[in-house]
Nanobody
Framework: QVQLVESGGGLVQPGGSLRLSCAAS????????MSWYRQAPGKERELVAS????????NYADSVKGRFTISRDNAKNTVYLQMNSLKPEDTAVYSC??????????WGQGTQVTVSS
């Protein structure tokens, strides 16, 4: 069964940190580019960060540059998002995405991140 399962979300105070994980199964993880997206209530989904198949290249939304780090472990079929210096505006449902040319994109169910004092 092809699936992505996110974990690590929760409630954190402003300035705090969280590490999200996304475990993949049912497909060849190392052949897919991986991304994290987020969607806040009433807002469109936005791309937060992406990483290439071997992890050699990463990209970030301007709003998270210098605070978030995406990484992957192809041996564990897992992609991570380390989030530091969190702000209330980072509050959203975070979802991971696997994409590969010529294949349907794969989405996880999402994990809620709430930044509030």
């Amino acid at each position: 069964q092809v699936q992505l399962v996110e974990s690590g979300g929760g409630l954190v105070q402003p300035g705090g940190s969280l590490r999200l994980s996304c475990a993949a199964s049912g497909f060849i993880f190392s052949t897919y580019h991986m991304s994290w997206y987020r969607q806040a209530p009433g807002k469109e989904r936005e791309l937060v960060a992406s990483i290439t198949r071997a992890g050699g290249s990463t990209n970030y939304a301007d709003s998270v540059k210098g605070r978030f780090t995406i990484s992957r472990d192809n041996a564990k079929n897992t992609v991570y998002l380390q989030m530091n210096s969190l702000k209330p505006e980072d509050t959203a449902v975070y979802s991971c995405n696997a994409n590969r040319a010529g294949q349907l994109a794969i989405w996880g169910q999402g994990t809620q991140v709430t930044v509030s004092s």
